[in-house]
């Protein structure tokens, strides 16, 4: 049984930053992936970046590149996303996920275990 829980949602204004943290416990994702999803009302899951703990690599969505950044210790199994210049379009329910196989995917059918969400309103 893995456990996965994310936190530090809330409610900011644009421009604002805010940053977000994921702890997967339960087993072991060292050599696994870790990602960040979002969902907006009505709308599929949107992928919005991830890290791979086999290198340390990370990969964004073009629309989150130059403010969001992935980083973490996959050791511990925690993964953090920093949020900075948010913009309404970025409200949405934020997802923490993860896999064990090392690879980055954009695709959400690909994690194995899911976090239960963390609220973020960016007000206008």
């Known amino acids: 049984q893995v456990d996965v829980v994310e936190s530090g949602g809330g409610l900011v204004q644009t421009g604002g930053s805010l940053r977000l943290s994921c702890t997967a416990s339960g087993g072991t994702f060292r050599s696994g992936a870790m990602a960040w999803f979002r969902q907006a009302p009505g709308k599929e899951h949107e992928f919005v970046g991830a890290?791979?703990?086999?290198?340390?690599?990370?990969r964004y969505q073009d629309s989150v590149k130059g403010r969001f950044t992935v980083s973490g210790d996959g050791a511990k199994n925690t993964v953090f996303l920093q949020m900075n210049s948010l913009k309404p379009e970025d409200t949405a329910v934020y997802y923490c996920a993860a896999r064990t196989y090392y690879t980055i995917s954009i695709d959400d059918a690909r994690y194995e275990y899911w976090g239960q969400g963390t609220q973020v309103t960016v007000s206008s």
């Open positions: 890290i791979t703990w086999a290198s340390g690599s990370t």
